[in-house]
C-alpha cells in the first residue's frame, strides 16, 4: 500500500516506520522539509510536502497536534477518495480535558476539512512507543486497535494496517462514534497518569455480559 503521512513527529515515525518494515511505501511529508527529510532516511521512505504525501498515499496518517489538524489538512488538500487515518487527541493534560467537548469530535472535524476523504479514526489510544514495540503484545496477547469509519474500504484498508503492526482491529462502528473514542482515549490516559491500570477495570470477554466463564 501506498501511505503518505502529514507530519514527521513521533507517530509518523513510530507508525510509519513499522509500514514501511512491513513492505508499504511511505512519503513523509512536513512543513518543515528538513524534519520530513530526516524522518524519511530514517525509517526507509520519501520525503515530500504536505501535498504531495497527501498525492501519494492510498492511505494518508494525520500525525500532528489536535491544535493544527484542520490547518494541516486544508493545506494537504487530501484528495478526494482517499483513506484519512486520523490519530490525533484532543485533550490538554494534565487533566484530559476534551477540547471538542459539546461539539463535533476531532474527525468529524478533520472529515470537514478534508472533504471527499474517508475519515478511520484510530491509533489514538496508545502511547507512540507502543507502536515502537515490535510485536505490541502485552501480557502476550495481541493489541486491540479501536477503528471508527463510514466508508467499508477504508475501515478495510486501516484493519489491514492494524494487521501489519501485529495488533488486532476492533470494529468500533461509524464515523459517528469516534467522539466516544476519544473520550474513551482521554479517560483511559488520565487513569494511566494518575497511576492506574485501565486495563483492571474490564472483566475477560468471557464474562463480560454477565454469562459463565469459558472453561477449557
Do not use: Y
Not at 494518508?60 to 482517499?82: D, K, M, T
Not at 459539546?102 to 478511520?120: K, L, M, Q, T, W
Not at 503492526?165 to 461509524?174: M, Q, V
Amino acid at each position: 500500500m501506498r501511505i503518505g503521512t502529514l507530519g514527521a513527529g513521533n507517530m509518523a515515525e513510530a507508525l510509519a516506520g513499522r509500514w514501511v518494515a512491513a513492505g508499504h511505501e511511505v512519503t513523509v511529508g512536513a512543513r518543515s522539509p528538513e524534519k520530513a527529510a530526516a524522518l524519511a532516511g530514517k525509517i526507509g521512505a520519501t520525503a515530500g510536502t504536505l501535498r504531495e504525501a497527501a498525492a501519494f498515499g492510498d492511505a494518508v496518517l494525520l500525525a500532528v497536534p489536535f491544535a493544527v489538524a484542520e490547518e494541516v489538512l486544508r493545506e494537504a488538500a487530501v484528495p478526494a477518495g482517499r483513506t484519512l487515518i486520523d490519530c490525533t487527541n484532543p485533550v490538554v493534560p494534565p487533566e484530559m480535558a476534551l477540547l471538542t467537548a459539546g461539539g463535533p469530535s476531532a474527525a468529524e472535524r478533520c472529515a470537514a476539512a478534508a472533504p471527499g476523504a474517508h475519515v478511520v479514526k484510530a491509533f489514538n489510544v496508545c502511547h507512540e512507543g507502543i507502536w515502537r514495540t515490535t510485536p505490541p503484545q502485552p501480557d502476550g496477547r495481541p493489541l486491540g486497535v479501536p477503528l471508527c469509519g463510514d466508508d467499508a474500504a477504508a475501515v478495510a484498508a486501516v484493519e489491514q494496517l492494524v494487521r501489519d503492526l501485529d495488533c488486532e482491529p476492533l470494529n468500533g462502528g461509524g464515523l459517528a462514534r469516534a467522539g466516544q473514542l476519544e473520550a474513551t482515549a482521554a479517560f483511559v490516559i488520565g487513569l494511566w497518569f494518575g497511576g492506574g491500570d485501565p486495563a483492571s477495570m474490564l472483566p475477560p470477554v468471557g464474562v463480560a455480559m454477565g454469562g459463565e466463564p469459558h472453561v477449557a
